[in-house]
């Protein structure tokens, strides 16, 4: 670690002076600006200009990518913050499969769009501006979605409703694009502290946690997909589940909900109680798979894996929850509260 003498100025002005290896490696000059940021445990960092621009472009080259490898790599540029995203050839003209992947792309993402497309070449541009959103927002959204989801899977299960399956199948997209875009944040945040506090953060130190929680999210809204797929999928064969069962996976499904939204109430809310209240609810819902399980009555083989994997998944979004409640915790007490006293 190198260390700086500081120096008095005047009667209430303290100065030091910058490396210079640092100043030439960001082209700080003399009466150029650069950015202070004052963070937590007595932190203060010193940014270049150059850093409150964004890394706005990017070119994919397309010649050696099939049309998975590129629709893959327009997703990795729009997680890493790109303002505009070019695909070209260097040779001939764009295939199909590869304008085709373009596009598949741009379903995907949020705020993305083509603004310019000729023969060899194609840009992309993100509309979505970092202030727009907080990542405490979309972390809620993500939440309240994947609910939506596994509320409407069940009650396609108990109903034998396969429209209402594929209502929730298609929520399963606005999922993905919220988990997406809350990653582009995070990196952005990552790679530009001045942008922290604009997606609701007064420090990057929260990011790697927000990271695992959006991921654990996703996990939960592929979770009630899995539910809505085996009713979507029966072809007329759905499982027969009598009133006495399906009520018994309602109230499972009531704690599940309760348990998910407490989780994120604790990460958004930096509330140590809160996830003590998952850690409870946690507990009183722990055997319940094996519960309903042991209870069923008489079924096709068949018809006991399909009520299964509907509680094997409802079990796992419980458990992905319960993971969001210890980020919560570590969150927490990192903070002074009336838990803990940081000296």
């Known amino acids: ?79 890493l913050g790109r303002r505009v995203i070019h695909i070209e050839k260097e040779d001939g003209a764009l295939d199909s499969e590869h304008i085709n992947a373009v596009y598949q792309a741009e379903t995907q993402l949020m705020g993305l769009g083509v603004i310019e497309e000729t023969p060899d070449r194609i840009a992309i541009r993100c509309s979505v501006d970092p202030e727009d959103f907080t990542l405490d927002n979309l972390l809620e959204r993500l939440e309240s979605t994947g609910s939506t989801m596994r509320g409407e899977a069940i009650k396609a299960l108990a109903h034998g409703n396969t429209d209402l399956a594929e209502r929730a199948l298609n929520r399963e997209r606005q999922a993905n694009k919220i988990f997406v875009l809350l990653l582009r944040l995070i990196f952005t945040a990552y790679q530009n502290p001045n942008l922290a506090r604009a997606v609701g953060l007064e420090s990057g130190f929260p990011l790697i946690g927000y990271r695992s929680v959006a991921k654990n999210l996703e996990l939960t809204a592929d979770n009630a997909e899995d539910v809505a797929t085996i009713v979507a999928d029966a072809d ?24 998910t939204r407490t989780a994120v109430q604790s990460v958004v809310e930096r509330d140590y109680d809160k996830t003590v209240e998952c850690r409870t609810l946690f507990r009183q819902l722990r055997d319940r798979e094996q519960d309903v399980l042991d209870d069923l009555p008489e079924m096709t083989n068949d018809e006991v894996l399909q009520i299964r994997e509907v509680l094997v998944s409802l079990q796992q979004t419980a458990q992905y929850a319960m993971r969001n409640a210890e980020i919560a915790a570590n969150l927490a007490l990192n903070e002074e509260s009336e838990h803990v006293q940081i000296g």
Do not use: C
């Open 236 to 259: 007329g064969d759905i499982p027969d589940v009598d009133s006495k069962t399906m009520r018994r996976i309602r109230e499972f499904t009531d704690q599940v909900d309760e348990l």
């Open 1 to 79: 670690m190198e260390t700086r003498k500081v120096q008095r100025l005047g009667p209430s002005t303290l100065a030091m002076t910058l490396p210079a290896e640092w100043a030439k490696e960001h082209n700080v000059e003399k009466g150029d600006e650069v950015s202070l940021r004052m963070g937590g445990k007595g932190t203060l960092t010193v940014l270049p200009e150059s850093a409150s621009q964004e890394d706005s472009s990017a070119a994919i080259r397309a010649d050696n990518l099939d049309a998975d490898s590129l629709e893959r790599a327009i997703v990795a540029q729009y997680v």
